[in-house]
């Protein structure tokens, strides 16, 4: 979209992918190095990837649950051994990760004239570790396990509008991914959205986003 300035009430963040540096393809690699040859990496770890946003789409279970099925499952297809439990080293893992380095500075200009909220696809437990890494105060933050919902789905998106008692049009909402975000935002009335191309996920034109390349865009998107 061309350059402008939106003035929203509130402005809400995808926390993993967007703000915390998203490590699961960087651990798959290193985990199953002795069983996937080097050449296959890639295309595993798309799978992997695929088999995350399909196991979303279902009601709500506890991400721990979500993730041990979807590693599960990937190893059924590629033919490889699963080793117990072997998706709790990725669940365990998502509380250390760190914020991208463009994270903190943009996030400390925004809150100081607007009011920030997380929505993640998180377990309760999970996301205070990573808050706290983004050294920001944060209006509101929301998890999947309170909605009830992971997104893509719409009843996710619906839950944050709900609770902060607000419109659609109200929200900045800004995501790295197309998929489980801003297609989903948008069907939910939010127009006014920001994709951070982090290289994860092409550019969708189509679906009206301003695109920045990391977060030091964001504040002049909103007049600062």
């Known amino acids: 979209m061309s350059a402008t300035t939106l003035r929203p009430k509130y402005i809400s963040f995808d926390c993993y992918g967007t703000l915390i540096n998203f490590q699961m393809a960087d ?8 069983r ?23 009601d709500w279970r506890p991400y721990d649950e979500l993730l041990c099925n979807s590693v599960e499952r ?7 051994e699963y080793r ?25 200009r925004l809150a100081k004239e607007y009011q920030l909220v ?14 706290e890494k983004l050294g920001a105060p944060f209006h509101r933050v929301y998890t999947a396990q309170q909605a009830g919902a992971y997104k893509p789905r719409l009843r996710a998106f619906e839950y944050m509008i709900e609770q902060l ?3 659609p049009d109200d929200v900045l909402h800004v995501s790295s991914s197309m998929r489980y975000d801003h297609l989903s935002a948008d069907d939910v009335g939010i127009k006014n959205k920001a994709f951070v191309a982090r290289g ?17 865009g964001l504040p002049a ?4």
């Open 118 to 131: 997380i929505f993640s696809n998180a377990m309760d437990v999970q996301i205070p570790y990573s808050v």
């Open 36 to 58: 996937i040859a080097p050449e296959n990496m890639q295309q595993f770890t798309t799978d992997f990837a695929r088999y995350r946003l399909d196991e979303v789409m279902g």
């Open 165 to 167: 008692e607000c419109t």
């Open 74 to 80: 990937l190893c059924r297809r590629w033919g490889i």
């Open 84 to 108: 117990d439990n072997e998706g709790l080293k990725f669940y365990n893992a998502v509380p250390t990760w760190q914020p991208h380095k463009d994270v903190p500075d943009a996030l400390a």
């Open 200 to 216: 994860h996920e092409p550019s969708w034109s189509v679906w009206g986003c301003h695109e920045i390349k990391d977060l030091s």
């Open 221 to 224: 998107l909103v007049g600062l």
């Open 27 to 34: 651990l798959a690699r290193e985990l199953f190095a002795d």
